[in-house]
């Protein structure tokens, strides 16, 4: 009898561990066809994205076995999808820029040859044909100019420009700057007023590049603003040293604000038909390179200030 009191206890156990085995196996088997259901998921998510559709997102709870891969999956297909995003912008504004610089030197260019001819066949002569030679003569500087555009905006965004920033005196620099174009600023019947304080301020920049973003601000003012007043400031701030170019000109409306920085964006109501729509993307470029920021404000027919900044430099340690 004890033998058999023995026995039935262990009989109990044999028989729980074996249900617990077949409860397992089966959980496993359950669990194993989650997976590979999820798996059949996720590979046909693929092949949907395969074949264009990038919007397509792998679902899965937190507590799945495949949630880790399913997530990390989700972010590399977001990352695609950014990236084809990036590629049309990139293709797009391509077909734009070709489709620009079709018109924008073709046609001055069938200008520039007619009259050219006109003055070399005899067509003109005298007066006028001095005249023509002197239209074709800036004609010929505008292209220059626009080619020269082109050139600076391919390099950039080719990541070929290199920049030696250093440690500089933007005071002495900017006045230097400004120098050349008060003759400019005489033949174009603009006043001015310039403010830039006597304390030496020390910024960490590209001479070169400072210099086109100065440039090419006030350039966008003579010829686009129709200003007949233009104030340039330079101020010290707590951190930063501000730049700002503002103009009396006809201003840029509320609707093209937001987009003026944009490659190829002419303000058609702010501004003249005249340029590339490249120049203030240059200048965006070149200010962001080293480090500062560029923005701009306007009240049409009022006042219209682009604010740059850059953050000042470190005080040397002896």
Known sequence: MEGIYVKLPLLVV????????????????????????????VSETLDDIVQGNNNR???????????????????????????????????????????????????????LIGYLDAAQKGIVVG?????????????????KDYVDVLFE????????????????EVTELTRNLLKNWIPLFEDNCLDFDIDIPEKRIKVNLDTDAYARIINNLIQNVISHSRATHLKIKLSLLATNVMIIVADDGKGISKQDLP???????????????????LGLSIVQQLVEKMSGSISVQSEPYQQTEFIVQFPLADEETC
């Open 259 to 277: 987009h003026v920085f944009e490659r190829l964006y002419k303000c058609d109501t702010a501004r003249s038909e005249k340029g590339s729509g």
């Open 153 to 168: 905006w391919f390099k950039l965004n080719s990541n070929e420009e290199t920049f030696a920033i250093r440690r500089t």
């Open 14 to 41: 044999v028989v729980v561990i074996a249900f617990i085995a077949v409860i397992s196996t089966l959980l496993l088997f359950i669990k194993m066809h989650h997976v590979k259901l999820k798996l059949n998921d």
């Open 57 to 111: 997102k792998i679902l899965a709870k937190p507590r799945n076995m495949t949630s880790t891969i399913c997530y990390k999956m989700n972010d590399i297909v977001h990352e695609f999808r950014k990236q084809i995003i990036d590629l049309r912008k990139a293709e797009k504004t391509n077909s734009q820029l070709m489709t620009s610089l079709s018109h924008d030197v073709r046609t001055p260019l069938t200008t």
């Open 127 to 143: 007066a006028e044909r001095e005249a023509y030679i002197e239209t074709a003569r800036l004609r010929a500087h505008d292209m």
